[in-house]
């Protein structure tokens, strides 16, 4: 069985005199993907700092500027129970409601989601297409960086150390604005992503032209990417069956899969464009019913 040393920080100041004092440390917040990486014995770390108890980590406002902002150590179960966040970015709702089991999204953080690193992590997409940035703090300073900057590979961000993910912003979806979100798994629950989606467009509300897309996939690259090609393709047109046909093309020509235990490469090309097409389906039709 591993042995460490646990601590546990109540505020921002006492997690950063730990880190300060300590050396070696693994930071915890809901640990449903570090305690699986103790068990299956990748990492041993021999001093463990707990952030569950920072309180202003664990809440969701909504700002008058028209900005969303989640602390890191928001639940997957916050995300989805939050009237907020079920107005102002339902893709993300929908990409928590599909990570795990209730027992996960209740310990689950959107922080965690995103610092583990994983290509295939549900909510990141959906945060990307969200146009999400997130605060990097230390002791002396807080940095701003675009979400999609985060990740240099699977398990590999450019947190630095003495440095905390502590905030995720994004605005607030206008009414000409959808989000969208699709996941493929190996079944329907419990399942990591073999392929997954999110989706942002914004439509005019006069010419019905799309004026701004996003467009993010998941498990399809060693770190969650952009698929700009099929971004620029939707601007100035109006959705159609030949549109979205061509921007699944796109998608599965732009994507560099791999084959691994839960899917072949070239079956991910497949799905990953019709994916994309139900997500800006989705996006496309929820734009008018914002307001």
Same mark, same amino acid.
């Given at each position: 069985?591993?042995?460490?040393?646990?601590?546990?920080?109540?505020?921002?100041?006492?997690?950063?005199?730990?880190?300060?004092?300590?050396?070696?440390?693994?930071?915890?917040?809901?640990?449903?993907?570090?305690?699986?990486?103790?068990?299956?014995?990748?990492?041993?770390?021999?001093?463990?700092?707990?952030?569950?108890?920072?309180?202003?980590?664990?809440?969701?406002?909504?700002?008058?500027?028209? =900005?969303?902002?989640?602390?890191?150590?928001?639940?997957?179960?916050?995300?989805?129970?939050?009237?907020?966040?079920?107005?102002?970015?339902?893709?993300?709702?929908?990409?928590?409601?599909?990570?795990?089991?209730?027992?996960?999204?209740?310990?689950?953080?959107?922080?965690?989601?995103?610092?583990?690193?994983?290509?295939?992590?549900?909510?990141?997409?959906?945060?990307?297409?969200?146009?999400?940035?997130?605060?990097?703090?230390? %002791?002396? =300073?807080?940095?701003?960086?675009?979400?999609?900057?985060?990740?240099?590979?699977?398990?590999?961000?450019?947190? =630095?150390?003495?440095?905390?993910?502590?905030?995720?912003?994004?605005?607030?979806?206008?009414?000409?604005?959808?989000?969208?979100?699709?996941?493929?798994?190996?079944?329907?629950?419990?399942?990591?992503?073999?392929?997954?989606?999110?989706?942002?467009? *914004?439509?005019?509300?006069?010419?019905?032209?799309?004026? %701004?897309?996003?467009?993010?996939?998941?498990?399809?690259?060693?770190?969650?990417?952009?698929?700009?090609?099929?971004?620029?393709?939707?601007?100035?047109?109006?959705?159609?069956?030949?549109?979205?046909?061509?921007?699944?093309?796109?998608?599965?020509? *732009?994507?560099?899969?791999?084959?691994?235990?839960?899917?072949?490469?070239?079956?991910?090309?497949?799905?990953?464009? %019709?994916?994309?097409?139900?997500?800006?389906? *989705?996006?496309?039709?929820?734009?008018?019913?914002?307001?």
């Amino acid at each position: 069985m591993n042995t460490f040393d646990y601590y546990r920080a109540a505020t921002l100041v006492e997690a950063f005199a730990l880190m300060r004092d300590k050396t070696n440390y693994t930071l915890l917040a809901g640990g449903t993907d570090l305690l699986v990486k103790f068990n299956e014995k990748i990492m041993n770390p021999k001093i463990v700092l707990d952030l569950g108890l920072i309180k202003d980590m664990r809440e969701i406002h909504f700002e008058g500027i028209g =900005q969303v902002t989640l602390g890191a150590l928001v639940t997957h179960t916050q995300v989805m129970e939050s009237q907020i966040l079920q107005k102002y970015a339902p893709a993300l709702v929908k990409a928590s409601s599909m990570v795990g089991s209730p027992q996960i999204r209740n310990r689950g953080t959107i922080g965690g989601n995103i610092c583990n690193a994983s290509p295939a992590a549900d909510t990141v997409p959906a945060l990307i297409a969200l146009g999400a940035q997130i605060e990097l703090t230390n %002791e002396k =300073q807080v940095r701003v960086i675009p979400l999609e900057e985060l990740f240099l590979g699977p398990g590999r961000t450019v947190l =630095q150390t003495g440095e905390i993910l502590t905030k995720i912003s994004l605005k607030a979806l206008k009414p000409d604005q959808g989000s969208g979100f699709e996941k493929l798994g190996k079944r329907k629950a419990l399942a990591i992503s073999v392929v997954n989606t999110g989706v942002f467009i *914004e439509v005019d509300s006069k010419t019905r032209a799309i004026n %701004e897309a996003r467009i993010a996939l998941g498990s399809v690259a060693p770190t969650p990417i952009r698929i700009k090609k099929a971004e620029s393709l939707l601007l100035g047109k109006v959705l159609s069956p030949t549109l979205l046909k061509d921007v699944a093309s796109v998608v599965a020509s *732009e994507i560099k899969p791999i084959d691994d235990i839960r899917s072949k490469a070239e079956y991910r090309r497949d799905v990953a464009g %019709e994916l994309v097409k139900r997500a800006v389906e *989705e996006a496309w039709n929820k734009a008018s019913f914002l307001g």
